[in-house]
């Protein structure tokens, strides 16, 4: 039997588990609850029971498990040392050492779950063929990851391409704080939270008629599907909204030059509609090079993270 990799996504709620042949095969994937209790102390030996478990009932022998990585859902150093992930509420943690530990002494890496789900994306995913790549994930929040020469750019503090908190608004007062403190963050624009309250504002500050005004709780979805379908009110906001995404990827575009923009997550389920909003916005903005960059969707959904930490071990062998 040729060796097998573990990929593990860690989340608040649920860890993502897959066993992976080095040629990107998924043997198997699963998923176990997140134990939160006692600061978090079952986190990892759960995760490695788990892995030991699904290696022998999947008919392949633990000796085969060649390695494992792990993506964290907060800044983790190269060492593996984790200051402290909020959304678990564990504090000054190594589950690389941990893990590694409870696994017989493999060698186990690990990352940021944005990075590891832009190498996944990269290695199997939508941005297979192209090794400089700028992946970004519209969800609750704006995750990004960049991919230059197939491999992570996790910068000097685990902060490279965290582009959800570029201040992009500068035009006027925003009136409400970012959760990272600041004020006009491309997240509280372009995510799907973002698109959702620039959706309220747009009514609030107009009487004009939209059918999103017949929706209570509007979401991101409600606005890209009623913008498809003709309504003028959610067009400008989707349009807004993709502006300032637009421009932000013109500035990476200038720091990092990539091939591709990925881009993943709940709102990119809107697919074309939203792609060329984008490339409308972006095309503009990159005037010292007539080739633009591609954007593209994701395409591995929540299955990216395990994807890409399992490439990040094969990458370390
Ligand atoms: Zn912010």
């Known amino acids: 039997m040729s060796k097998i990799y573990a990929g593990v996504d860690l989340g608040g709620t649920t860890a993502k588990l897959g066993l992976f042949k080095k040629d990107g095969t998924l043997i198997t994937k699963?998923?176990?609850?997140?134990?939160?209790e006692e600061g978090g102390k079952y986190v990892c030996p759960d995760i490695a029971e788990s892995i030991k478990k699904k290696t022998e009932e999947t008919g392949l022998a633990l000796s085969d498990l060649a390695g494992a990585g792990i993506g964290v859902p907060g800044p983790?150093?190269?060492?593996?040392?984790?200051?402290?992930?909020?959304?678990?509420?564990i504090r000054d943690w190594n589950p690389v050492k941990e893990l590694s530990g409870l696994l017989g002494g493999i060698p186990v890496k690990g990352e940021?779950?944005?990075n590891i789900a832009a190498l996944?994306?990269?290695?199997?995913?939508?941005?297979?063929?192209?090794e400089d790549v700028v992946a970004?994930?519209?969800g609750t929040g704006i995750g990004g990851g960049v991919i230059l020469g197939g491999r992570i750019v996790p910068g000097s503090k685990g902060m490279g391409g965290e582009i959800g908190h570029m201040v992009m608004d500068w035009d006027w007062p925003e009136p409400e704080a970012c959760n990272c403190g600041n004020r006009g963050c491309l997240e509280q624009i372009a995510s799907a939270t973002g698109v959702a309250r620039i959706?309220?504002?747009?009514?609030?500050?107009?009487?004009r008629a939209s059918s999103l005004r017949d929706i209570s709780g509007v979401t991101a979805k409600d606005v890209f599907d009623a913008a498809k379908a003709g309504d003028t009110l959610a067009q400008e906001v989707a349009d807004y909204c993709m502006m300032y995404l637009g421009r932000a990827l013109a500035y990476v575009s200038q720091v990092v030059d990539p091939q591709v923009f990925l881009i993943g997550g709940g709102v990119s389920k809107a697919g074309q509609y939203l792609l060329d909003l984008l490339q409308k916005h972006y095309d503009p903005l990159i005037v010292l090079t007539k080739e633009k960059a591609k954007l593209k969707l994701?395409?591995?959904?929540?299955?990216?993270?395990?994807?890409?930490?399992?490439?990040?071990?094969?990458?370390?062998?």
């Open 136 to 138: 970004v994930t519209l």
């Open 112 to 114: 940021n779950d944005a």
């Open 76 to 89: 983790i150093r190269p060492d593996g040392y984790v200051e402290v992930i909020v959304n678990i509420g």
């Open 120 to 130: 996944g994306e990269v290695w199997q995913g939508g941005g297979k063929g192209y």
């Open 30 to 36: 699963w998923e176990i609850p997140t134990r939160k």
């Open 199 to 207: 959706a309220r504002r747009f009514m609030r500050e107009s009487d």
């Open 298 to 317: 994701a395409t591995l959904g929540n299955d990216a993270g395990i994807y890409g930490a399992a490439k990040m071990i094969i990458d370390e062998r």
